[in-house]
């Protein structure tokens, strides 16, 4: 009865089977090790700490599919098709083992009932199967959402209509080979579809020999297809299936935003300007990426214009990576290609804003902001090129220690303290709590005022706190995001020098940027201080009875996440906590909010290095999502983003309609006024 | 090549206008706090001038700088840049010395350092200003001097000068050796990227003072000096800033448009 | 390679027999040129107060027949030295030349121009004969008691201003930027002498060679010259947007500038920056667009009988010196002014 069982052509089915399974699995791990050994091209990296906490995350985000459930939204419901064609492939590859290794292969039949309970979960996954492709198809090719817009190669093309197409004829396969099998050899109990379709075959009246016939030759072509499938899988470049897993496996586990310094050993090439520059988990991402294209529709830089894709990167550089790899295995030195400027191109580069929007979209946990990181820090560490902007912007982080320029700045770094009853450390003092201002919040007027807020704020608390006034120099994150390391190294070295010198146990900070690289990159270089955000700090305060936040605000306000403070750090609740617990304000919310908050478009060296020309720029749309919500005021808690928003708010002329705030202000505007004339 | 250049640290340029604060008594200038000196500019095209002819031909590159010692930074600066070593030419006697005494102490130091293809200048120090230094230098060091260079070129025993003039440019030939002062025409200077500026920083600058160059005490007299300054003061401007405005930005412009006209 | 301390005099030389003043005199396109008639009339001037003569040298084959027009402005002596060598720029030539002359006159003062020939020759003079030397002057006097000249210039880009003598060290040099001083009266009845300068260039002397020069084509009006001028700084924030300047200042008849940094960032051509390191020009309208106000640029076009600042910063220095300003985004306000002054001009 098993079509394995026969002989053909003088052959034994079983040598058959089995010959061509080697076959294909051979050829299957042979291409398998040939992308294996592509990734060794890669440099080390350490990424098999916590094996059981890695092991239990992948487990349970892969099975539970919340990798692709993550992403669902309202307009947004492929996660839900990919959920469900995965589980259904699941059970396939289990009844495929089952039904061709077992009952095939080797021989062993299968109780009845056991089978006929198994076929009829096939039958029903095989239907969510072929409707999740159904929807995927009229998305792919009549829908077409942003996150789809793409280029195809043919290549590309070929694969997802063989992709779609496969998986439709596999579902059609097993119906028809379920039907024909049930009815030729009359079995019962027979599954729910496929015994509606022996049937339906019985009562069509072809004779039994003929069914049998048929099933065997079904049996072979579904067998066969499967194989092909399996060859075909690692040698179409539709590699997510085989490597995705892994990817989320070797996930980052350090800080979100924390970048890695330059290693000690390196002197001579810089940054990633070649494939074997990359690390292996670098190289695992490009197998990784499925083409969803989340990323890209995420992504401020490509929503405004600019000719950076996070998914056009990482696609690219895959190709690049197939194409250059076996020349470089068998040895050869240079690649056909330049990576910087033939596959991915220097304004692309220096379009990212470091925003994360595209690493928190990604469901197989992609990396594309080191990877853009790496190629900055080539293009200025070795090359010495970089846009006019962001040379001017660092020769000044060199020479003056700060990124504003002087004449423009027409204040000095200490000016802002005059009139006000700060402690400013000199040498020797000690101070327990540090008030971190940031160079924007020194030198730039509108920041200004927001720092003079935030002192009035704290002294009112009562909490004693003191400043490093002309001795504060740059937290160095505008030359680390602008790949200047070394400078940033040097900075690092000496702030953390500083802090230690004056004994500083716990510092609070204004500025988003300053939080993250003190938090998070300064014990890369022996610091270890308490470092808070103010939001985090004044909320504590409130909680604490510290702070009484009684007047009104009278006002319908917006919230806007900074990226550094919300995406990257998680610290959405306290900001809002604070606006919520001053009266008569009216919260509202706009439609990218918290972890899909739009960047102001000052990260990155942004705030000094000029968005691409001809494009629209990234605060105007920020401004209008925040226009959209009817708000009288933006609150913010990043001193970038308050200059983002003044400047599109002057731009557009709409200075009376709305007004951007620091979270600073709208606190001290909110601080009983007898408590607020002791203070400063 | 060999080359030497002189570097010299100056006030920041950039400070606001309202934040520089002179002292008639000693004629000094009064740095506001906070605020560090910087390698001045024209200095900085100089030391680019020479890592690009480095980059080209090869060779040594040494930076000298007059100063104090403070002045260490601006040959860190010019070794993170390409340059090989350098020597700060620290002394009392050297302070407030005029471009002539300048141009001596830097012409000894060089007379010690040996020998040498090119010395360059920036075309004008960024706080005084005056342009005299290189020029004084040549003539004390004997060797043919072009000023205001944008563009250098080496060739075997000559360099092909692109020199600035009001209305357009010269080309000329210098024989080697010589002196050339460098504008910023010539180009932005690179940055210093990578571990140089690391292994600058940590660098130790010796320091010359006058007995190790040989400077005769009598040439860093003050009583000998060329120039002396006998008064510096801060020129008050005030004028009244009418500001027209508008409605709009293009109203404002109108309104300007027919207040000019009245004058023009 | 020697170092010889050739060429280098001490400045120990007796102040004494060191009298008048000598004007070296610049020749373009055959005629002398604007600023030497300034300096001779200066000349004449300071000479007078120290009861001495007051000399011009003309370097030249066109030399000769500019002497009598000195003395016309107020020359007692010329100094003639008629060489082809000497008709083009060249500072060995010129150095080797007005170092001679002046180590047999012997002057007290010595005057050049703040020009290009001035900017080179001065330095290399001043070092060859051990004076003291004040670049960049915006006044030279007398001090009555000492006799001594006292030279003002402005120091750290036009922050301060220094004044600055020479006690022992002679020639006391200067140089003076054109219009700086009034042109001297003509007066042609005035009697001198014209001697001419021995020796020739020697040929030997001559270790820099000028091989080509390359004239940038001048669009429009010089900036010099210029009645109007409308300069971009670095709020311009391209080359393509000094296409709006452009615009405004054919409308007005009148040249484009640009501050510092616009001329760093290779907006324009370094020839057209206004500034302590550039041209100072003394038009009657200069419109400062984007311009933050250093005080090095300022101190290019303070002479301007009316500046306007176009600045988005309302706090930028360069309101401190404007007489009119405008606060705003210059992509806004430029175009808007532009076609209002051309409708007012056509009506």
Same mark, same amino acid.
């Given at each position: 009865?098993?079509?394995?069982?026969?002989?053909?052509?003088?052959?034994?089915?079983?040598?058959?089977?089995?010959?061509?399974?080697?076959?294909?699995?051979?050829?299957?791990?042979?291409?398998?090790?040939?992308?294996?050994?592509?990734?060794?091209?890669?440099?080390?990296?350490?990424?098999?700490?916590?094996?059981?906490?890695?092991?239990?995350?992948?487990?349970?985000?892969?099975?539970?599919?919340?990798?692709?459930?993550?992403?669902?939204?309202?307009?947004?419901?492929?996660?839900?098709?990919?959920?469900?064609?995965?589980?259904?492939?699941?059970?396939?590859?289990?009844?495929?083992?089952?039904? *061709?290794?077992?009952?095939?292969?080797?021989?062993?039949?299968?109780?009845?009932?056991?089978?006929?309970?198994?076929?009829?979960?096939?039958?029903?996954?095989?239907?969510?199967?072929?409707?999740?492709?159904?929807?995927?198809?009229?998305?792919?090719?009549?829908?077409?959402?942003?996150?789809?817009?793409?280029?195809?190669?043919?290549?590309?093309?070929?694969?997802?209509?063989?992709?779609?197409?496969?998986?439709?004829?596999?579902?059609?396969?097993?119906?028809?080979?379920?039907?024909?099998?049930?009815?030729?050899?009359?079995? #019962?109990? #027979?599954?729910?579809?496929?015994?509606?379709?022996?049937?339906?075959?019985?009562?069509?009246?072809?004779?039994?020999?003929?069914?049998?016939?048929?099933?065997?030759?079904?049996?072979?072509?579904?067998?066969?297809?499967?194989?092909?499938?399996?060859?075909?899988?690692?040698?179409?470049?539709?590699?997510?299936?085989?490597?995705?897993?892994?990817?989320? *496996?070797?996930?980052?586990?350090?800080?979100?935003?924390?970048?890695?310094?330059?290693?000690?050993?390196?002197?001579?090439?810089?940054?990633?300007?070649?494939?074997?520059?990359?690390?292996?988990?670098?190289?695992?991402?490009?197998?990784?990426?499925?083409?969803?294209?989340?990323?890209?529709?995420?992504?401020?830089?490509?929503?405004?214009?600019?000719?950076?894709?996070?998914?056009?990167?990482?696609?690219?550089?895959?190709?690049?990576?197939?194409?250059?790899?076996?020349?470089?295995?068998?040895?050869?030195?240079?690649?056909?290609?330049?990576?910087?400027?033939?596959?991915?191109?220097?304004?692309?580069?220096?379009?990212?804003?470091?925003?994360?929007?595209?690493?928190?979209?990604?469901?197989?946990?992609?990396?594309?902001?080191?990877?853009?990181?790496?190629?900055?820090?080539?293009?200025?560490?070795?090359?010495?090129?970089?846009?006019?902007?962001?040379?001017?912007?660092?020769?000044?982080? !060199?020479?003056?220690?700060?990124?504003?320029?002087?004449?423009?700045?027409?204040?000095?770094?200490?000016?802002?303290?005059?009139?006000?009853?700060?402690?400013?450390?000199?040498?020797?003092?000690?101070?327990?709590?540090?008030?971190?201002?940031?160079?924007?919040?020194?030198?730039?007027?509108?920041?200004?005022?927001?720092?003079?807020?935030?002192?009035?704020?704290?002294?009112?608390?009562?909490?004693? *706190?003191?400043?490093?006034?002309?001795?504060?120099?740059?937290?160095?994150?505008?030359?680390?995001?602008?790949?200047?390391?070394?400078?940033?190294?040097?900075?690092?070295?000496?702030?953390?020098?500083?802090?230690?010198?004056?004994?500083?146990?716990?510092?609070?900070?204004?500025?988003?940027?300053?939080?993250?690289?003190?938090?998070?990159?300064?014990? !890369?270089?022996?610091?270890?201080?308490?470092?808070?955000?103010?939001?985090?700090?004044?909320?504590?305060?409130?909680?604490?009875?510290?702070?009484?936040?009684?007047?009104?605000?009278?006002?319908?306000?917006?919230?806007?996440?900074?990226?550094?403070?919300?995406?990257?750090?998680?610290?959405?609740?306290?900001?809002?906590?604070?606006?919520?617990?001053?009266?008569?304000?009216?919260?509202?919310?706009?439609?990218?909010?918290?972890?899909?908050?739009?960047?102001?478009?000052?990260?990155?060296?942004?705030?000094?290095?000029?968005?691409?020309?001809?494009?629209?720029?990234?605060?105007?749309?920020?401004?209008?999502?925040?226009?959209?919500?009817?708000?009288?005021?933006?609150?913010?808690?990043?001193?970038?983003?308050?200059?983002?928003?003044?400047?599109?708010?002057?731009?557009?002329?709409?200075?009376?309609?709305?007004?951007?705030?620091?979270?600073?202000?709208?606190?001290?505007?909110?601080?009983?006024?007898?408590?607020?004339?002791?203070?400063? | 090549?060999?080359?030497?250049?002189?570097?010299?640290?100056?006030?920041?340029?950039?400070?606001?206008?309202?934040?520089?604060?002179?002292?008639?008594?000693?004629?000094?200038?009064?740095?506001?706090?906070?605020?560090?000196?910087?390698?001045?500019?024209?200095?900085?095209?100089? /030391?680019?001038?020479?890592?690009?002819?480095?980059?080209?031909?090869?060779?040594?590159?040494?930076?000298?700088?007059?100063?104090?010692?403070?002045?260490?930074?601006?040959?860190?600066?010019?070794?993170?840049?390409?340059?090989?070593?350098?020597?700060?030419?620290?002394?009392?006697?050297?302070?407030?010395?005029?471009?002539? +005494?300048?141009?001596?102490?830097?012409?000894?130091?060089?007379?010690?350092? +040996?020998?040498?293809?090119?010395?360059?200048?920036?075309?004008?120090?960024?706080?005084?200003?005056?342009?005299?230094?290189?020029?004084?230098?040549?003539?004390?060091?004997?060797?043919?001097?072009?000023?205001?260079?944008?563009?250098?070129?080496?060739?075997?025993?000559?360099?092909?000068?692109?020199?600035?003039?009001?209305?357009?440019?010269?080309?000329?030939?210098?024989?080697?050796?010589?002196?050339?002062?460098?504008?910023?025409? /010539?180009?932005?200077?690179?940055?210093?990227?990578?571990?140089?500026?690391?292994?600058?920083?940590?660098?130790?600058?010796?320091?010359?003072?006058?007995?190790?160059? +040989?400077?005769?005490?009598?040439?860093?007299?003050?009583?000998?000096?060329?120039?002396?300054?006998?008064?510096?003061?801060?020129?008050?401007?005030?004028?009244?800033?009418?500001?027209?405005?508008?409605?709009?930005?293009?109203?404002?412009?109108?309104?300007?448009?027919?207040?000019?006209?009245?004058?023009? | 390679?020697?170092?010889?301390?050739?060429?280098?005099?001490?400045?120990?030389?007796?102040?004494?027999?060191?009298?008048?003043?000598?004007?070296?005199?610049?020749?373009?396109?055959?005629?002398?040129?604007?600023?030497?008639?300034?300096?001779?009339?200066?000349?004449?001037?300071?000479?007078?107060?120290?009861?001495?003569?007051?000399?011009?040298?003309?370097?030249?084959?066109?030399?000769?027949?500019?002497?009598?027009?000195?003395?016309?402005?107020?020359?007692?002596?010329?100094?003639?030295?008629?060489?082809?060598?000497?008709?083009?720029?060249?500072?060995?030539?010129?150095?080797?030349?007005?170092?001679?002359?002046?180590?047999?006159?012997?002057?007290? &003062?010595?005057?050049?121009?703040?020009?290009?020939?001035?900017?080179?020759?001065?330095?290399?003079?001043?070092?060859?004969?051990?004076?003291?030397?004040?670049?960049?002057? &915006?006044?030279?006097?007398?001090?009555?008691?000492?006799?001594?000249?006292?030279?003002?210039?402005?120091?750290?880009?036009?922050?301060?201003?220094?004044?600055?003598?020479?006690?022992?060290?002679?020639?006391?040099?200067?140089?003076?930027?054109?219009?700086?001083?009034?042109?001297?009266?003509?007066?042609?009845?005035?009697?001198?002498?014209?001697?001419?300068?021995?020796?020739?260039?020697?040929?030997?002397?001559?270790?820099?060679?000028?091989?080509?020069?390359?004239?940038?084509?001048?669009?429009?009006?010089?900036?010099?010259?210029?009645?109007?001028?409308?300069?971009?700084?670095?709020?311009?924030?391209?080359?393509?947007?000094?296409?709006?300047?452009?615009?405004?200042?054919?409308?007005?008849?009148?040249?484009?500038?640009?501050?510092?940094?616009?001329?760093?960032?290779?907006?324009?051509?370094?020839?057209?920056?206004?500034?302590?390191?550039?041209?100072?020009?003394?038009?009657?309208?200069?419109?400062?667009?984007?311009?933050?106000?250093?005080?090095?640029?300022?101190?290019?076009?303070?002479?301007?009988?009316?500046?306007?600042?176009?600045?988005?910063?309302?706090?930028?220095?360069?309101?401190?010196?404007?007489?009119?300003?405008?606060?705003?985004?210059?992509?806004?306000?430029?175009?808007?002014?532009?076609?209002?002054?051309?409708?007012?001009?056509?009506?």
């Amino acid at each position: 009865m098993s079509p394995v069982s026969a002989t053909y052509w003088g052959l034994p089915g079983y040598i058959i089977f089995w010959a061509l399974f080697a076959i294909a699995f051979g050829v299957f791990l042979r291409r398998f090790y040939f992308l294996y050994r592509l990734l060794r091209l890669g440099k080390s990296e350490r990424r098999f700490d916590r094996i059981g906490q890695r092991a239990i995350f992948m487990l349970s985000v892969v099975s539970s599919q919340w990798c692709a459930l993550k992403t669902v939204g309202l307009t947004d419901l492929a996660g839900l098709g990919h959920a469900l064609m995965f589980w259904g492939f699941g059970f396939f590859l289990i009844g495929y083992v089952i039904i *061709f290794g077992v009952d095939g292969g080797l021989g062993l039949s299968l109780p009845p009932a056991f089978e006929a309970l198994y076929r009829s979960i096939l039958d029903i996954a095989a239907l969510l199967v072929i409707a999740a492709v159904i929807v995927a198809v009229i998305k792919r090719y009549i829908v077409k959402p942003k996150r789809l817009e793409r280029e195809e190669s043919r290549k590309e093309k070929v694969i997802m209509a063989l992709l779609f197409t496969t998986m439709i004829v596999l579902m059609a396969l097993h119906y028809g080979t379920e039907g024909l099998k049930y009815s030729a050899y009359n079995l #019962s109990p #027979s599954p729910i579809i496929g015994g509606l379709l022996a049937n339906s075959l019985t009562s069509a009246g072809m004779s039994p020999a003929t069914l049998s016939a048929t099933y065997t030759a079904f049996w072979w072509i579904n067998y066969v297809m499967l194989l092909g499938a399996l060859v075909y899988a690692p040698h179409s470049e539709h590699l997510h299936p085989l490597f995705s897993p892994a990817n989320i *496996f070797f996930r980052p586990l350090g800080p979100k935003a924390a970048l890695e310094p330059v290693p000690a050993e390196e002197t001579e090439n810089f940054g990633v300007s070649k494939l074997q520059d990359f690390t292996w988990k670098q190289l695992l991402d490009l197998y990784s990426c499925t083409w969803c294209g989340r990323c890209h529709a995420a992504c401020p830089a490509q929503l405004s214009g600019k000719s950076l894709s996070p998914r056009e990167i990482i696609l690219n550089l895959k190709e690049h990576l197939l194409e250059e790899g076996p020349g470089l295995l068998n040895g050869k030195a240079e690649p056909s290609s330049n990576m910087i400027g033939d596959v991915v191109t220097e304004d692309a580069i220096w379009a990212c804003t470091t925003c994360g929007a595209c690493i928190e979209a990604c469901a197989v946990k992609v990396e594309h902001v080191r990877r853009i990181m790496d190629l900055r820090r080539n293009l200025v560490l070795t090359q010495n090129k970089m846009p006019e902007t962001a040379q001017l912007m660092l020769r000044n982080m !060199q020479s003056r220690g700060h990124p504003w320029a002087g004449i423009q700045s027409l204040r000095l770094r200490g000016d802002w303290t005059d009139g006000l009853d700060v402690k400013v450390l000199a040498d020797g003092d000690t101070a327990d709590t540090l008030f971190w201002v940031g160079c924007t919040g020194a030198l730039v007027e509108r920041n200004v005022k927001a720092t003079i807020s935030m002192t009035r704020v704290l002294k009112t608390a009562g909490v004693d *706190f003191a400043v490093l006034g002309e001795a504060e120099t740059c937290c160095g994150d505008p030359a680390r995001r602008a790949g200047y390391e070394f400078q940033f190294q040097m900075m690092a070295e000496q702030n953390i020098e500083t802090f230690k010198s004056h004994n500083i146990k716990e510092i609070v900070t204004s500025c988003p940027h300053c939080y993250n690289t003190l938090k998070n990159e300064y014990p !890369q270089y022996g610091g270890d201080f308490n470092v808070v955000h103010y939001t985090q700090f004044i909320g504590k305060l409130i909680a604490q009875g510290k702070l009484k936040l009684a007047n009104g605000l009278n006002s319908r306000v917006t919230y806007h996440d900074p990226c550094y403070l919300g995406r990257y750090n998680g610290v959405y609740q306290e900001p809002r906590q604070i606006l919520q617990s001053i009266p008569q304000t009216n919260l509202v919310e706009m439609a990218r909010t918290r972890n899909k908050a739009f960047c102001c478009g000052g990260g990155g060296g942004h705030m000094w290095i000029e968005e691409q020309s001809g494009t629209t720029k990234i605060n105007q749309m920020r401004l209008d999502d925040a226009l959209k919500t009817g708000a009288e005021q933006v609150v913010t808690a990043c001193p970038y983003c308050l200059q983002m928003f003044e400047e599109g708010i002057e731009h557009k002329g709409i200075k009376g309609a709305l007004k951007v705030q620091d979270l600073a202000e709208i606190v001290e505007a909110a601080m009983q006024p007898s408590e607020s004339k002791g203070a400063a | 090549m060999n080359t030497i250049v002189c570097v010299k640290q100056v006030l920041d340029p950039e400070i606001p206008p309202a934040k520089f604060k002179i002292d008639p008594e000693t004629k000094q200038v009064i740095p506001p706090p906070g605020v560090p000196p910087v390698i001045s500019v024209y200095d900085e095209r100089a /030391i680019e001038a020479a890592c690009r002819l480095k980059d080209k031909h090869k060779g040594k590159i040494t930076a000298i700088s007059m100063g104090t010692e403070k002045a260490a930074d601006v040959i860190k600066h010019a070794i993170a840049m390409g340059a090989d070593d350098g020597f700060l030419l620290q002394d009392p006697a050297f302070e407030n010395l005029d471009s002539f +005494g300048t141009a001596y102490v830097l012409a000894k130091a060089i007379q010690k350092l +040996g020998e040498y293809d090119l010395v360059l200048c920036g075309r004008q120090a960024a706080d005084w200003g005056a342009g005299e230094v290189g020029s004084i230098l040549a003539e004390i060091l004997g060797i043919p001097v072009v000023t205001f260079a944008c563009d250098i070129q080496g060739a075997d025993k000559t360099l092909r000068v692109k020199r600035l003039v009001s209305d357009g440019f010269e080309v000329l030939e210098a024989p080697m050796p010589c002196l050339i002062t460098v504008s910023s025409e /010539i180009g932005l200077p690179r940055l210093p990227a990578g571990p140089r500026l690391m292994m600058a920083r940590k660098k130790v600058i010796p320091v010359w003072k006058a007995q190790d160059i +040989g400077a005769e005490p009598a040439k860093l007299d003050k009583a000998n000096a060329h120039t002396e300054v006998t008064a510096l003061s801060v020129p008050t401007r005030k004028t009244e800033c009418e500001i027209i405005a508008g409605a709009t930005p293009e109203e404002a412009a109108a309104n300007l448009a027919m207040k000019l006209s009245k004058l023009i | 390679m020697t170092l010889g301390l050739s060429g280098y005099s001490d400045g120990g030389q007796t102040m004494d027999n060191h009298k008048g003043v000598l004007v070296c005199g610049e020749i373009a396109d055959g005629k002398l040129a604007p600023v030497t008639i300034e300096l001779i009339g200066l000349g004449r001037k300071l000479a007078d107060e120290l009861g001495e003569q007051s000399s011009v040298l003309l370097m030249g084959s066109k030399a000769g027949g500019l002497a009598q027009e000195a003395i016309a402005y107020g020359a007692d002596n010329v100094y003639v030295a008629e060489d082809s060598l000497l008709d083009h720029y060249n500072s060995d030539a010129y150095t080797q030349i007005a170092a001679n002359l002046c180590q047999q006159v012997l002057p007290s &003062i010595m005057l050049l121009g703040h020009t290009d020939i001035g900017l080179d020759l001065a330095p290399r003079l001043n070092g060859r004969l051990g004076g003291g030397l004040a670049m960049d002057c &915006i006044a030279l006097s007398i001090d009555p008691p000492t006799k001594l000249l006292a030279s003002t210039r402005p120091v750290f880009g036009g922050n301060a201003h220094a004044t600055m003598v020479s006690k022992s060290a002679r020639p006391q040099m200067a140089t003076i930027r054109p219009k700086t001083v009034p042109p001297a009266a003509c007066d042609a009845s005035r009697q001198g002498q014209v001697i001419p300068v021995e020796g020739k260039v020697d040929p030997a002397a001559i270790k820099v060679k000028v091989v080509e020069r390359i004239k940038e084509q001048a669009e429009g009006v010089k900036l010099e010259d210029a009645e109007v001028v409308v300069s971009g700084g670095r709020g311009i924030g391209g080359a393509q947007n000094f296409a709006m300047l452009r615009d405004l200042a054919s409308v007005l008849g009148g040249a484009v500038g640009a501050s510092r940094p616009a001329c760093d960032e290779g907006w324009v051509p370094a020839r057209l920056q206004v500034g302590q390191s550039g041209k100072v020009v003394s038009p009657k309208l200069y419109i400062a667009v984007a311009i933050s106000g250093a005080m090095a640029h300022i101190a290019g076009c303070l002479g301007s009988k009316v500046i306007v600042a176009i600045n988005k910063d309302k706090d930028a220095n360069i309101f401190s010196v404007a007489h009119f300003g405008v606060v705003g985004d210059y992509k806004q306000i430029l175009p808007a002014l532009t076609a209002k002054l051309k409708e007012l001009k056509s009506a």
